[in-house]
């Protein structure tokens, strides 16, 4: 954690300029009481930014000291109070370099002659006090450095790679740590243990140039809010005649008049860097919404975790399924976040750690989970190609405040996470545990299909299924309810070793409210389009309005079950009458 400490004599202090707190022995240095103020201030926020931060670095895929995080790092939603202690930071330190020089203490931390030539003093007192410059000036690099890294992965500046920034981010982390030894060092070896006294013993007011550093410190603030308020970007949503066809065509006449706009996402798995980047537009007829979405993805992945017959019977391939954290077997999928509360409400539904709330249960993955703490709910779509797309349609559902947990031990916790209303699901998982109970968690993927293919003929629509992750599948790899019938021993034994069964059985569209997003996705030449309607306004109360000022924001996954690319600062819906000539 950075500090800032002023030591003066007694001639650098103008005694018309300071009043004199409780007198304290002479043996002390001189600190006023600003110093103190902003040193702790800085402090405490450095202490918050280091420790929220590691949390998030924890939450990375392969991070080997991710285990101990996990006993030490902060919970919940470190990633807005990271965000917010950075700004606050900043701040601080802005504050303290108005003061130095409102102040007219600017020497404390001037590198003239005399301080350079004390570098090479002989005695240890003088040098070590002219070293401590120097390691103020590491700290002020180290924070400009950290400030400039974390504003460019806040800003997702496309054209520098978000690993490359997140790993100079953590470097530069680590290092403030190490600035913290050499800053104590430094004091002791340049003045034991009583140069570290006036740090926590001010003997001086000094009113005016304080309460200025203060009025730094919240402007600097308030202008970091502003400027992140005003550089959020729009999303046009121009008003059309003519409404586009929903069926992943991207080459639509009304898509080619409506404003792009790319959000460069990260940290997801499977994606190159962990990034993708999102190209977005949209257009409304008065009624109804339209969002044309396209991603890069060089695979189109349908194996939802099959199912495999062995020698020691079915088997679901898996590697991660069961704690949530499937990066293998999984089909692609987009999410879609809306809002019309806060910029922040992205920030804010994600809780990181094994166990956010002491209260309920944690993640089975141990990576978080996702809510709302403020009664608000969040409307968010999910599309799946293998669940939703072969019907039409994206999931339909929303983040709120967490829910009871279920008393079926084997039952995910989803926190705040629910769909909206329906009559039934539409996607049945076709499979069911050898051994019910939490135990069948630990077992190897050992399980009874639910549904068997009422004919051969129903596989041959997976075409050559390659359990290869990386390769690209071309068949339909889920079973359509009239292709299946119930399990049976005799059905099952008409079925040879190395069979591959879909794991998923789709029937009818159900009712309600989850259905109230029609969808269409279709992958060609390493590029997913997918196309959205909604209502503008569905009268539920699940479901965010699409209006002026709803916030935006979108995650791709590569293949994986959670660990889905994600952004922090959304678009900004705008609804405009007319269509705009371009």
């Known amino acids: 954690m950075p500090t800032i400490e002023g030591m003066e004599t007694a001639q650098e202090v103008a005694p018309s300029s300071v009043v004199p707190l409780t007198p304290r022995p002479r043996r002390f240095g001189r600190v006023d009481a600003p110093t103190v103020l902003l040193h702790w201030l800085v402090s405490l926020l ?104 974390g504003t460019l992965m806040f800003s997702e500046v496309p054209s520098v790679p978000a690993s490359t920034l997140a790993w100079l981010h953590r470097g530069i982390a680590i290092s403030l740590g190490g600035f913290v030894l050499l800053h104590v060092a430094g004091h002791l070896m340049g003045g034991g243990w009583r140069a570290l006294m006036p740090i926590v013993l001010p003997r001086f007011i000094r009113g005016r140039s304080g309460a200025i550093a203060l009025l730094a410190v919240g402007t600097a603030a308030g202008l970091l809010f502003l400027a992140d308020t005003l550089t959020v970007r729009t999303l046009e949503m121009p008003q059309v005649a003519t409404a586009p066809i929903l069926d992943g065509d991207p080459t639509d006449p009304v898509w080619n008049r409506a404003t792009p706009v790319t959000i460069q996402t990260k940290g997801g798995a499977n994606l190159p860097d962990g990034e993708a980047p999102v190209t977005v537009r949209a257009v409304q007829n008065g009624d109804d919404a339209y969002f044309l979405f396209r991603w890069p993805d060089s695979t189109r992945s349908l194996k939802h975790v099959p199912l495999q017959k062995t020698s020691a019977g079915w088997q679901l391939l898996q590697d991660g399924f069961y704690r949530n954290d499937e990066n293998v077997f999984y089909e692609d999928k987009f999410g879609v976040m809306l809002t019309d509360t806060s910029s922040f409400a992205a920030l804010r539904a994600i809780h990181l750690g094994p166990k956010p709330r002491d209260e309920r249960p944690g993640a089975s993955g141990g990576r978080g989970l996702h809510y709302t703490t403020d009664g608000s709910v969040l409307d968010v779509w999910h599309w799946m190609a293998v669940r939703t797309n072969p019907m039409g349609q994206l999931e339909d559902g929303y983040f709120g405040m967490p829910k009871q947990e279920s008393d079926n031990p084997m039952d995910r916790y989803y926190a705040g996470i629910g769909a909206d209303p329906a009559m039934r699901d539409a996607a049945i998982s076709n499979w069911r545990p050898l051994i019910e109970g939490p135990a069948a968690r630990h077992l190897d993927g050992g399980v009874f299909p639910r549904f068997l293919p009422n004919s051969p003929d129903a596989l041959t629509r997976l075409g050559n299924a390659d359990l290869d992750p990386t390769a690209s599948d071309s068949g339909v790899w889920w079973l359509a309810i009239n292709e299946a019938v119930p399990f049976t021993p005799e059905m099952d034994a008409s079925i040879p070793e190395g069979t591959i069964l879909p794991s998923i059985v789709l029937r009818e569209t159900e009712d309600g409210d989850r259905i109230d997003v029609a969808a269409v996705g279709v992958w060609k030449d390493g590029i997913w389009t997918l196309e959205v309607r909604r209502a503008l306004d569905t009268g539920s109360p699940y479901d965010v309005p699409i209006t002026d000022g709803v916030y935006l924001w979108v995650s791709v996954f590569d293949h994986t079950q959670t660990r889905h690319s994600w952004h922090m600062r959304p678009l900004h819906l705008e609804l405009t009458t007319q269509l705009p000539v371009r």
């Open 46 to 149: 450095a202490l918050v930014s280091f420790a929220t931060g590691f949390r998030i670095a924890g939450d990375a895929p392969q991070v080997g000291w991710a285990s101990v995080i996990a006993k030490f790092a902060p919970q919940g939603d470190v990633l807005f109070w990271h965000v917010v202690s950075a700004w606050c930071l900043v701040s601080a330190v802005t504050g303290y370099v108005v003061f130095l020089f409102q102040a007219r203490v600017s020497r404390r931390v001037s590198l003239n002659a005399p301080r350079v030539k004390a570098l090479r003093s002989h005695t240890r007192q003088v040098r070590w006090r002219a070293i401590n410059v120097l390691i103020y000036w590491l700290a002020f690099g180290l924070i400009g450095a950290a400030a400039a890294t």
